[in-house]
């Protein structure tokens, strides 16, 4: 006879609950959630670059559009950083809440693991055909932490029991 308390089937730590997918799930949340984190060092490297590119690039400030008179190259490169790097932001948020639906609902997940994995496969192109060294590397790592957690995150869909 088992004493009573809690079932050997719960972790009472609120993490998870063990059962045949739950080490599955929280590989996926780890996954998701180291993926979150480089996306907000990646953030925090590409608004560091752009404020030093900014400081470096005082002599484009007035230098027209060719299309449009009242723009210079220097505000629109830096608008276009600072833009990149909130939509890098808003994809470590996504990957954070990504990693949350994995552990408690891994059918709410759906298709958009697999539409985060093919937003890093494009940041690994970019990376490789534009950019060097250390973003190289930060793009893979975050293409294989995306597409691993997908690939679990299916394979806990598929493992647990359909939502009605």
């Known amino acids: 006879m088992e ?3 809690p079932s050997k089937n719960r972790v009472t730590s609120g993490w998870a609950v063990i059962c045949p997918e739950g080490d599955t799930r929280m590989k ?13 060092v990646a953030a925090a490297g590409n608004t560091y670059a752009v404020v030093r590119f900014w400081q470096a690039a ?8 060719p299309e449009d ?12 950083g600072v833009f990149c790097s909130l939509c890098v932001l808003f994809g470590a ?14 059918q709410a997940i759906g298709v958009l693991g697999w539409a985060l994995f093919a937003y890093q496969l494009l940041g690994v192109y970019v990376s ?10 930060l793009t893979v790592a975050l293409a294989i932490c995306t597409g691993w957690a997908a690939w679990l ?7 647990s029991p359909a939502v009605k």
């Open 153 to 159: 995150s299916r394979d806990a869909r598929s493992a």
């Open 58 to 65: 005082g002599a484009m400030n007035p230098v027209p559009l």
């Open 3 to 5: 004493p009573p308390g």
């Open 93 to 106: 948020y996504l990957a954070w809440h990504l990693g949350g639906l994995a552990r408690t609902t891994p």
């Open 28 to 40: 996926a949340t780890a996954l998701y959630r180291t993926a979150s984190i480089l996306l907000f």
């Open 128 to 137: 490789f055909n534009e950019l060097s060294g250390l973003v190289r590397i």
């Open 69 to 80: 008179h009242r723009l210079s190259y220097g505000p629109v490169v830096l608008a276009l």
